[in-house]
């Protein structure tokens, strides 16, 4: 969430906001990063299904998320999980 980056960087949300508004781009590709590199460590230390690691890291279309997991790492969530687990 909003609050919790603005937490963990140290900027105020009104500070965050405007970062976002003048550099969207920026923004949406390290919270693209981001959503994915948390899947892929739920992926590892939980026994969640990859609809709920989906779901939990912000993902509400499926496909869409296994799209951009194969993207980043190259094989989807479950081929990940059952190689690397």
Do not use: C, W
């Not at 923004?27 to 994915?36: D, H, M, P, T, Y």
């Not at 230390?45 to 939990?56: G, K, V």
């Amino acid at each position: 969430s909003l609050t919790r980056i603005a937490e963990e960087t140290h900027q105020s949300m009104t500070t965050l906001s405007k970062l976002i508004k003048e550099k969207p781009d920026q923004f949406s590709g390290a919270f693209a990063k981001k959503k994915i590199s948390d899947a892929e460590h739920l992926l590892m230390d939980t026994d969640l299904t990859i609809e709920e690691i989906a779901l939990d890291v912000g993902y509400e279309n499926q496909s869409y998320f296994f799209k951009q997991f194969k993207n980043r790492y190259g094989v989807t969530p479950r081929r990940y999980r059952i190689e690397n687990k």
